[in-house]
């Protein structure tokens, strides 16, 4: 199974994929492979390559200054996002590299981190080689690593449907939302309790309720920050924080009472915008399903909470959930990877949950809950990640308070039709149709930088 705490993580921006996943496998790679082996005593020199979309957009994303961290034994839920700027230019100045905090070894930044835009790994397009040599200059041991979306990342040894948590079976397993429905009419549960059903059959129920709460307290957290922190943000666009300026215009008008008053959509959009601010200056967020898309789920969620009434954790924690639950379903029948399929596995994504999670607390049927979930992802598809300078800024910031607005919008729909026997299109066939479109997609458009709104802007630039 894939629980909600694979799919919700707590790291640093400004990429699941190519930050928080190339983290993680650098980590990995020395902890695995070195120190448990105990082979890291003999480490004299190490070397680093990325391929496919890691070394088209691996500068914009951070993905050079996340490898360093993690092959000095650092994670993204517990990184100090200043001590990783602060580092990096420490590594390359010094050019020493502090091995899982254990053995210093010479590191040369221009000459032993390689970005190979000619050469893609076999297994998927955001790929990782790691090689480590003893003094003869004999290879210890080299592996590949894949980031495949949402902080998840494989080894060759892994196929790509590997999942994290463990040989632990759901008690109520689907694969698919026919699946899903089927369990929940055959056992008269909500989609909500079937996702805790199964999270409780590995953990706790006092443990795992605590933790999605700390998730949504962490999501809260960084809407918080985003609205406060001015200035522009990190990467040579000279792209100025909004979110704060924004924040200060509506609270000169009130803060609206209901969702009835229009100006809590407003607010919605500066939750998302605030949050992939944050994203964007690599600050800490929530990958939810992916740092790319990390503002919707949480904007969608700060607006529930403050602008229905009767919001309890109860119904946070059914949120969360049935976001996950949904989140799940994509990345067992497509794809949560930009690199893989665009723009429509990330924020595409994140709207379908957040469409979903909404109309479930709203008191949707599981009708209602999958006929949201699926819209919004029928008016995503075909979305391209195009990000300019490589950088998680334009147009993924705006494009994030798109998708919360879209999902809000979808879930109003879906509330309103009790008789959904017109509906032609089912979340399992838009799933399917959604990873096809981005098997066929060009490979310019999902995540290298070389077409859409980056090539335009690149040849402005030119010019």
């Known amino acids: 199974m894939i629980s909600i705490f694979d799919l919700f993580s707590i790291g640093v921006g400004p990429s699941s994929s190519h930050t928080v996943g190339p983290m993680r496998a650098a980590n990995t790679f020395i902890k695995e492979h070195l120190v448990e082996k105990h082979l890291i005593d003999k480490v004299e020199s190490l070397e680093v390559s990325i391929h496919g979309s890691l070394a088209f957009t691996g500068i914009g994303h951070g993905t050079d200054r996340a490898i360093l961290m993690g092959l000095e034994g650092q994670l993204?839920?517990?990184?100090?996002?200043?001590?990783?700027?602060?580092?990096?230019?420490?590594?390359?100045?010094?050019?020493?590299?502090?091995?899982?905090?254990?053995?210093?070894?010479?590191?040369?930044?221009?000459?032993?981190?390689?970005?190979?835009?000619?050469?893609?790994?076999?297994?998927?397009?955001?790929?990782?080689?790691?090689?480590?040599y003893d003094k003869e200059g004999s290879v210890i041991v080299e592996k590949n690593y894949y980031s495949i979306g949402g902080g998840f990342i494989i080894s060759d040894d892994e196929s790509l449907d590997h999942e994290h948590t463990g040989s632990l079976h759901a008690p109520y397993p689907y694969d698919t939302e026919k699946e899903l429905m089927e369990q929940c009419r055959k056992h008269?549960?909500?989609?909500?309790?079937?996702?805790?059903?199964?999270?409780?059959?590995?953990?706790?129920?006092?443990?795992?309720?605590?933790?999605?709460?700390?998730?949504?307290?962490?999501?809260?957290?960084?809407?918080?920050?985003?609205?406060?922190?001015?200035?522009?943000?990190?990467?040579?666009?000279?792209?100025?924080?909004?979110?704060?300026?924004?924040?200060?215009?509506?609270?000169?008008?009130?803060?609206?009472?209901?969702?009835?008053?229009?100006?809590?959509i407003n607010w919605l959009n500066i939750y998302a915008i605030a949050v992939n601010e944050e994203n964007a200056a690599g600050s800490r967020v929530v990958t939810a399903p992916?740092?790319?898309?990390?503002?919707?789920?949480?904007a969608v969620l700060k607006y529930y909470v403050e602008f229905h009434p009767d919001v309890t954790d109860d119904k946070i924690i059914d949120f969360l959930i049935v976001a996950a639950v949904i989140a799940k379903l994509y990345k067992k029948g497509a794809s949560l990877s930009a690199a893989e399929v665009g723009c429509q596995g990330e924020v595409g994504v994140a709207s379908s949950m957040a469409a979903g999670a909404l109309t479930?607390?709203?008191?949707?049927?599981?009708?209602?809950?999958?006929?949201?979930?699926?819209?919004?992802?029928?008016?995503?598809?075909?979305?391209?990640?195009?990000p300019v300078g490589g950088l998680v800024q334009v147009p993924c910031i705006e494009r994030n308070a798109i998708g919360a607005a879209k999902a809000v919008n979808v879930s109003h729909l879906a509330l309103l039709?009790?008789?959904?026997?017109?509906?032609?299109?089912?979340?399992?066939?838009?799933?399917?149709?959604?990873?096809?479109?981005?098997?066929?997609?060009?490979?310019?458009y999902k995540e290298t930088s070389q077409g859409g709104l980056a090539k335009i802007k690149v040849n402005v630039v030119e010019c």
């Open 290 to 298: 992916t740092n790319g898309a990390a503002g919707v789920l949480p």
């Open 188 to 264: 008269n549960k909500t989609i909500a309790e079937i996702g805790l059903a199964n999270e409780y059959a590995v953990r706790p129920e006092k443990e795992v309720r605590k933790k999605i709460l700390e998730i949504a307290d962490a999501m809260f957290g960084s809407i918080e920050r985003g609205c406060k922190q001015e200035g522009f943000l990190p990467g040579g666009l000279n792209v100025k924080r909004r979110a704060p300026d924004l924040a200060k215009k509506l609270n000169e008008r009130g803060i609206p009472e209901s969702h009835t008053h229009i100006d809590s």
């Open 417 to 444: 039709e009790d008789d959904l026997t017109h509906k032609k299109v089912s979340l399992d066939k838009v799933i399917e149709s959604m990873r096809l479109t981005g098997l066929e997609m060009s490979t310019k």
């Open 360 to 386: 479930a607390v709203l008191g949707g049927s599981l009708e209602q809950t999958s006929s949201a979930a699926e819209i919004a992802m029928e008016h995503s598809l075909g979305l391209t990640c195009d």
């Open 76 to 132: 993204p839920e517990s990184i100090d996002p200043n001590f990783l700027m602060t580092q990096f230019d420490e590594i390359k100045k010094s050019k020493r590299l502090n091995l899982f905090a254990q053995k210093t070894i010479p590191f040369d930044f221009d000459q032993q981190f390689i970005f190979d835009k000619d050469i893609l790994l076999p297994k998927h397009s955001n790929g990782m080689h790691f090689t480590a």
